[in-house]
T-cell receptor, first 115, second 113 residues
Framework: EPEVTQTPSHQVTQMGQEVILRCVPI?????FYWYRQILGQKVEFLVS????????KSEIFDDQFSVERPDGSNFTLKIRSTKLEDSAMYFC?????????????FGPGTRLTVT | DAKTTQPNSMESNEEEPVHLPCNHS???????IHWYRQLPSQGPEYVIH???SNVNNRMASLAIAEDRKSSTLILHRATLRDAAVYYC??????????????FGKGTKLSVKP
């Protein structure tokens, strides 16, 4: 069964450093998403991406964040200058199309620890 | 997307059926009812969705009340692997939020051997 993959599984970085989280969505999917989950809290939407453009973003997704699809397979989330509060699990997801009834397939996540 | 209400936690015994309730009294006529679950230390996983009629798939069944103000996710025989947080999410058929999922706190299901 096709699946979304994410690398690395765990990233430790110092405050103020840039990090890039990588995702390989399912190959025939067209919509891509990033979510995050701070330890013990809800899963929160960050951004959706379609046709090489951001479709929607949440209030969390400020100027420190950016997304890119650098080639035909990877989808990346960059945090320019990490803060302690960016420590969280980051999940990538993809779907064939937007909206219901298309389900989103999630990757296993990258645990980001900012020290 | 309209709001849903779920119990914080539920317990079940292995091999017994589990009924996970969700209230969505402000559901609109174009809202689909989706269920996702999140196993420990994993990303969310799609379970099932429906609009008006009851639905079955290999993972679960979804029973939707006639007035659509509530629904129940049914796991027919709980296994230890079903221990997870279960999220009931409403999504407008016209994708008014461009497809992003809005997660609540969900119901944490514990399964006892």
């Amino acid at each position: 069964e096709p699946e979304v993959t994410q690398t690395p599984s765990h990233q430790v970085t110092q405050m103020g450093q840039e990090v890039i989280l990588r995702c390989v969505p399912i190959s025939n999917h067209l919509y891509f998403y990033w979510y995050r989950q701070i330890l013990g809290q809800k899963v929160e939407f960050l951004v959706s991406f379609y046709n090489n453009e951001i479709s929607e973003k949440s209030e969390i997704f400020d100027d420190q964040f950016s997304v890119e699809r650098p080639d035909g397979s990877n989808f990346t989330l960059k945090i320019r200058s990490t803060k302690l509060e960016d420590s969280a699990m980051y999940f990538c997801a993809s779907s064939e199309a937007s909206g219901t009834p298309y389900e989103q397939y999630f990757g296993p996540g990258t645990r980001l620890t900012v020290t | 997307d309209a709001k849903t209400t779920q119990p914080n936690s539920m317990e079940s015994n292995e091999e017994e059926p589990v009924h996970l309730p969700c209230n969505h009294s402000t559901i609109s006529g174009t809202d689909y009812i989706h269920w996702y679950r999140q196993l420990p230390s994993q990303g969310p996983e799609y379970v099932i969705h429906g609009l008006t009629s009851n639905v079955n798939n290999r993972m679960a069944s979804l029973a939707i009340a006639e007035d659509r103000k509530s629904s129940t996710l049914i796991l027919h025989r709980a296994t230890l692997r079903d221990a997870a947080v279960y999220y009931c999410i409403l999504r407008d058929v016209y994708g008014g939020s461009q497809g992003n999922l809005i997660f609540g706190k969900g119901t944490k299901l514990s399964v006892k051997p």
